[in-house]
């Protein structure tokens, strides 16, 4: 059997991301969602064992002593890491990985995963994220400035990406990862055993 692919999706905090990636495990079950460790609080509406797992930072500097993870990062003052072992064995079931995490991580595990495929998800422009942030009337000025100030410096890790995803509509952006896992799928490494049949002696 095939491996599953590794599929990492990152984007401006604001840009819709988590929309996208739930739209797109709606309309493709079989997809697998790692759910990452935190050590930040809950929002209201998460749930610990669905949105992440949330642990203590002692829980979580020892999960990094044992090696535990393919990747973690501090994000606003927080640890954030994607556990290896769940991964692995969904991978080698044939089962398509989504991870959602940010641009230190990604690096991570494009160096560690070569095979793995990495996209980011941006909104039509700078202008639009703003409007967005503004629009959803949770953050004060001080957070929206921040919020933009980080999508300016992650901005510059886009072009280590294999795609860029464009957010215009949700729809469009889901249609394009399902392009990105389909074409995946097609890849040469992956179908020799297609050619089995052809070989000569
Ligand atoms: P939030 O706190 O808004 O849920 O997530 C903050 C950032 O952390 C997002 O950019 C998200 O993609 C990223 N993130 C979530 N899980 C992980 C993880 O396991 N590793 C890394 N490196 N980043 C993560």
Do not use: H, W
Not at 50 to 77: C, D, K, P, S, W
Not at 148 to 167: F, T
Not at 175 to 186: N, S
């Amino acid at each position: 059997m095939n491996q599953g692919s590794l599929i990492v999706l990152s984007g401006f905090s604001g840009a819709g991301k988590s929309t996208v990636i739930n739209q797109v495990l709606a309309q493709r079950p079989e997809i697998y969602f790692s759910i990452s460790f935190t050590t930040r609080q809950p929002r209201e509406g998460e749930v610990n064992g669905v949105n992440y797992n949330f642990v203590t930072r002692e829980e979580f500097e020892e999960r990094i002593a044992r090696g535990e993870f393919l990747e973690y990062a501090q994000y606003n003052g927080n640890y954030y890491g994607t556990s290896m072992a769940v991964l692995r064995e969904k991978m080698a079931q044939g089962i398509d990985v989504i991870l959602d995490i940010e641009v230190q991580g990604a690096a991570l595990v494009r160096e560690k995963m070569p095979e793995s495929i990495s996209g980011f998800i941006v909104p039509p422009s700078f202008q639009d994220l703003e409007n967005r942030l503004r629009g959803r009337g949770t953050d004060d000025e001080e957070t929206i400035q921040k919020r933009l100030d980080i999508a300016r410096v992650e901005a510059k890790e886009v072009p280590k990406y294999d795609y860029i995803i464009l957010n215009d509509a949700v729809e469009n952006a889901v249609a394009q990862v399902f392009a990105i896992l389909d074409a995946a799928r097609c890849r040469t490494q992956g179908r020799m055993d297609l050619l089995e049949d052809f070989k000569g002696e």
